[in-house]
């Protein structure tokens, strides 16, 4: 499966960006797919992750109650709405997929990723 992510740039904190990560070749709903986000200078980290058939959604602590994954089936799509945006979720973000189906943090068990958004957050 291709993955291809859109929707970042500049916002000021407080403000709010939905990201787009569209999928190719294979439905997307038969994945779990996660977002993933590396700030400058550092590693690359879990932001959040659907299952499959969009049963379980889980979130890094850090995003929880401001990000909301969600999956548009009609669309092979994923989404990842940011709001209340801090200057520390600055980063690039990536989506990614695994045909396992698992909802866990673990980069390298996810087998497929889109080519990153930058999201730019001022303050």
């Known amino acids: 499966v291709q993955l291809q992510a859109s929707g970042g740039g500049l916002v000021q904190a407080g403000g709010s960006l939905r990201l787009s990560c569209a999928a190719s070749?294979?439905?997307?709903?038969?994945?779990?797919r996660g977002w993933f986000r590396q700030a400058p200078g550092k590693e690359r980290e879990f932001v959040a992750v659907i299952s499959r058939g969009d049963i379980g959604i889980f979130y890094a602590d850090s995003v929880k109650g401001r990000f909301t994954i969600s999956g548009d089936n009609a669309r092979n799509t994923v989404y990842l709405q940011m709001n209340s945006l801090k200057p520390e979720d600055t980063a690039v973000y990536y989506c990614?997929?695994?045909?396992?189906?698992?909802?866990?943090?673990?980069?390298?068990?996810?087998?497929?990723w889109g080519q990153g958004t930058l999201v730019t957050v001022s303050s």
């Open positions: 070749g294979r439905t997307f709903s038969n994945y779990a």
């Open positions: 990614a997929a695994n045909g396992a189906g698992y909802v866990g943090s673990r980069q390298n068990r996810y087998d497929y």
